[in-house]
Nanobody, 117 residues
């Protein structure tokens, strides 16, 4: 199993931007080259939802609610995955998590994103 550590969250006004980072410090590089990586988010009282994914070949997919505003990327050598969030909206307020698709890895503590109107 791989443990991920998320960071970069904060409080911003609507229309602002944030860059989230996720790192697996104990993992070998293959963790970021053999499986898709994803960002999820969970708002209070809501179920965790998939936000974005990036494949081993760097193909990306996004939830309709964030398409055109968010960009997922990764750095295999640094064992990091990023989520650039632009034009943030209050509905983006949630705790954001990084996760590896396929293996049943434990969830990290996430990073809080709060967007005010």
């Amino acid at each position: 199993q791989v443990r991920f550590v998320e960071s970069g969250g904060g409080s911003v006004q609507a229309g602002g931007s944030l860059l989230l980072s996720c790192v697996a410090p104990r993992a070998i590089t293959s963790v970021f080259t053999e499986f898709p990586l994803a960002w999820y988010r969970q708002a209070p009282g809501k179920q965790r939802e998939l936000v974005a994914t990036i494949t081993t070949n760097r193909n990306t997919n996004y939830a309709d609610s964030v398409k055109g505003r968010f960009t997922i990327s990764k750095d295999n050598s640094r064992k990091k995955v990023y989520l650039q969030m632009n034009n943030l909206k209050p509905d983006d307020t949630a705790v954001y998590y990084c996760h590896r698709e396929g293996p049943d890895d434990p969830w990290g503590q996430g990073t809080q994103v709060t967007v005010s109107s």
